[in-house]
């Protein structure tokens, strides 16, 4: 669950996600006599017995507060533990530093105390060992299986995609900017699997990792947000510029580019701010702050104005072909984008230390299933490459100025 070490000052507030029998919260501090001249102590609260001192109708003084403590340990040798028993399920603690100065109103400033600070939960064989809150656990052995995956894909798919790619076909920026995108998100997997390797070890981990997942991820949303954006503006206009009878035909139009280009930006601010919100290292936060329910919302309005403008060209399409091409990439859209805000809007029935791994496993195996059906639709030589045999501007992002004005449909 993590260690820590800097000053303890007047008052210290730890949140901690304690599981099963025997977690443990060792201490370590240096100035022992700093300590025990202060009488300082440890005071751990159960979350909702707090949250109700707090709200509660009664006026109690700091003292009375602190005195209803359900566990509390004297701060008084160089290293201490002490043992959370009895845990039904997990839960939140808070862990509050006090000593005869905090309740003062005039406090004057002492002495510090240096503390290193260790919180375990039980791990397999019920041994304090474990540094992962109960919200955390699970998540480096997924990343783990994860990566492991990316790796056995990338070894039997890897050649043949690399081969396709260096034919230059009418989808080749499409499927490069897909495979890109799929790179930074096996990226993303990698550094978090790393983080949480280090992290299981010493509870610190390695924040740069955890930054460099979170920034891959954010770069791959970017890509895949531009990429879908792209396909269905350009089919979108073209369809409402053109006759009814060349309904794929792509026009790279300033309405389109400009279009696509506003909401990347927008969902790129909303990302980079959300990141500032909540400093913990993960890439799919809780949805508590004003930038990440902007980003929810923003999601689906995107799904529904994809859908929307997907739905109008499948109900004019005559080709049987051409309109299941359309129903699979809109399948894979509406599940890029809404497998976010639908996973956080469950995981509001799951107790609080299930959602934040209830959103982040949810979101990464939908969005690879999105990328495999996506995938599946540009390489299918029964769906897109008989299409795109059509017109070698049949797609977007394929443009050609001397191929503009071929009539195929």
């Given at each position: 669950m993590g260690s820590s070490g800097k000053s303890l000052g007047n008052k210290l507030i730890l949140f901690s996600k304690y599981q099963g029998d025997h977690a443990v919260l060792c201490v370590r501090i240096k100035n022992v006599a700093a300590a025990v001249t202060k009488a300082a102590r440890l005071h751990l609260f159960q979350a909702q017995e707090w949250q109700k001192l707090q709200n509660g109708i009664e006026d109690q003084s700091c003292t009375e507060k602190f005195s209803k403590a359900q566990l509390t340990m004297t701060v008084n040798h160089t290293e201490q533990n002490l043992t959370?028993?009895?845990?039904?399920?997990?839960?939140?603690?808070?862990?509050?530093?006090?000593?005869?100065?905090?309740?003062?109103?005039?406090?004057?400033?002492?002495?510090?105390?240096?503390?290193?600070?260790?919180?375990?939960?039980?791990?397999?064989?019920?041994?304090?060992?474990?540094?992962?809150?109960?919200?955390?656990?699970?998540?480096?052995?997924?990343?783990?299986?994860?990566?492991?995956?990316?790796?056995?894909?990338?070894?039997?798919?890897?050649?043949?995609?690399?081969?396709?790619?260096?034919?230059?076909?009418?989808?080749?920026?499409?499927?490069?900017?897909?495979?890109?995108?799929?790179l930074l998100q096996a990226g993303s997997a990698l550094a978090n699997y790393l983080h949480f390797s280090s992290y299981s070890k010493d509870g610190i981990g390695v924040p740069f990792m955890g930054s460099l997942s979170e920034l891959c991820d954010i770069v791959s949303q970017i890509q895949m947000l531009y990429l879908l954006l792209s396909l269905c503006m350009g089919w979108t206009i073209g369809r409402m510029k053109k006759s009814h009878g060349r309904p794929l035909q792509w026009d790279s139009t300033p309405t389109s580019t400009g279009i696509a280009v506003v909401v990347v930006v927008t969902q790129s601010f909303l990302l980079i701010w959300e990141q500032f919100e909540d400093t913990n290292h993960h890439s799919y936060h809780s949805h508590h702050g004003l930038a990440s329910g902007l980003l929810i919302g923003l999601r689906v309005c995107l799904a529904l104005?994809?859908?929307?403008?997907?739905?109008?060209?499948?109900?004019?399409?005559?080709?049987?072909?051409?309109?299941?091409?359309?129903?699979?990439?809109?399948?894979?859209?509406?599940?890029?984008?809404?497998?976010?805000?639908?996973?956080?809007?469950?995981?509001?029935?799951?107790?609080?230390?299930?959602?934040?791994?209830?959103?982040?496993?949810?979101?990464?195996?939908?969005?690879?299933?999105?990328?495999?059906?996506?995938?599946?639709?540009?390489?299918?030589?029964?769906l897109y490459w008989e299409v795109s045999s059509l017109s070698s501007v049949t797609l977007p992002l394929t443009v050609s100025s001397g191929h503009k004005n071929r009539h195929h449909f």
């Amino acid at each position: 669950m993590g260690s820590s070490g800097k000053s303890l000052g007047n008052k210290l507030i730890l949140f901690s996600k304690y599981q099963g029998d025997h977690a443990v919260l060792c201490v370590r501090i240096k100035n022992v006599a700093a300590a025990v001249t202060k009488a300082a102590r440890l005071h751990l609260f159960q979350a909702q017995e707090w949250q109700k001192l707090q709200n509660g109708i009664e006026d109690q003084s700091c003292t009375e507060k602190f005195s209803k403590a359900q566990l509390t340990m004297t701060v008084n040798h160089t290293e201490q533990n002490l043992t959370v028993s009895q845990i039904p399920y997990p839960e939140t603690w808070y862990v509050f530093y006090v000593d005869k100065f905090t309740c003062e109103e005039n406090y004057s400033e002492s002495e510090d105390i240096q503390f290193e600070m260790v919180l375990l939960n039980p791990d397999a064989e019920g041994n304090p060992l474990d540094h992962f809150s109960a919200g955390e656990s699970g998540l480096h052995e997924f990343f783990f299986l994860l990566v492991l995956a990316y790796f056995v894909t990338a070894c039997i798919y890897a050649q043949s995609l690399w081969q396709t790619l260096k034919k230059h076909g009418p989808m080749h920026t499409v499927l490069r900017v897909l495979t890109v995108a799929l790179l930074l998100q096996a990226g993303s997997a990698l550094a978090n699997y790393l983080h949480f390797s280090s992290y299981s070890k010493d509870g610190i981990g390695v924040p740069f990792m955890g930054s460099l997942s979170e920034l891959c991820d954010i770069v791959s949303q970017i890509q895949m947000l531009y990429l879908l954006l792209s396909l269905c503006m350009g089919w979108t206009i073209g369809r409402m510029k053109k006759s009814h009878g060349r309904p794929l035909q792509w026009d790279s139009t300033p309405t389109s580019t400009g279009i696509a280009v506003v909401v990347v930006v927008t969902q790129s601010f909303l990302l980079i701010w959300e990141q500032f919100e909540d400093t913990n290292h993960h890439s799919y936060h809780s949805h508590h702050g004003l930038a990440s329910g902007l980003l929810i919302g923003l999601r689906v309005c995107l799904a529904l104005s994809l859908a929307a403008g997907l739905y109008q060209i499948i109900t004019v399409e005559r080709s049987t072909l051409k309109r299941e091409f359309y129903i699979t990439f809109a399948k894979a859209c509406i599940l890029w984008f809404l497998c976010h805000p639908c996973l956080a809007t469950i995981a509001v029935i799951f107790r609080e230390y299930q959602r934040e791994k209830i959103i982040t496993m949810g979101v990464i195996l939908c969005q690879c299933i999105s990328m495999i059906v996506l995938y599946r639709l540009f390489l299918s030589h029964s769906l897109y490459w008989e299409v795109s045999s059509l017109s070698s501007v049949t797609l977007p992002l394929t443009v050609s100025s001397g191929h503009k004005n071929r009539h195929h449909f």
